[in-house]
C-alpha cells in the first residue's frame, strides 16, 4: 500500500510542514495517529490492525507500477503523418541542413596561401611608426585592403 492511500483514509491538518511529525485523525474509529508523509508505518500499522478488511481492499485495488520492458513494449510510435512527428523531423532535417549550410558558405580552403597573403599585407599594414593604431581602425584597413577589388 502506498503512502498516498494510507493518509487517504486520515485527517490530516493543513498547517504542517513536510518533514515534521503530525497527528492523523482515522476517518474510520477516530483514533489519533502520529506519524509524516516520510514514514507512513504507524498509518499502515494502525490500517492492518484495526480495519483489516479496509487495508486489504485497498491493498488488492492498488495499481502495480509496470516495469521499464512494459513500458517500452506498449510504447506507441508516431505515424508518419502525425503532425507531432512532422514536427519533430522537420526540426531534425533544420538542424542538420542548418550546419551544412554554415560549412558550406563559411568553409575555409585547405591552402594556407590566403592566410599567408593575409598576414603579409597585416604586417605591412600595422608597422612600428603606425603603434597606436586602434584595434577597430585596423581591422577596418586590413577589410579595404583585403577586399578592394569588391568595392569598386
Known sequence: MSSKSVLEHFTVPDDFQNGNTFKGKCMHCGTLISGSYKVTS?????????HRDLYIL??????IQPTLTQCIKKSVKYSPSDPKQLEMTNALIMFIAGDLLAVQYLAIPATSAPVERLFSTAGKTFRPERCRLADGTFEKLMMVK???KMLK
Open 58 to 63: 485497498h491493498s488488492e485495488n492498488k495499481e
Open 42 to 50: 504507524n498509518f499502515v500499522t494502525h490500517m492492518k490492525r484495526k
Open 146 to 148: 583585403c577586399n578592394g
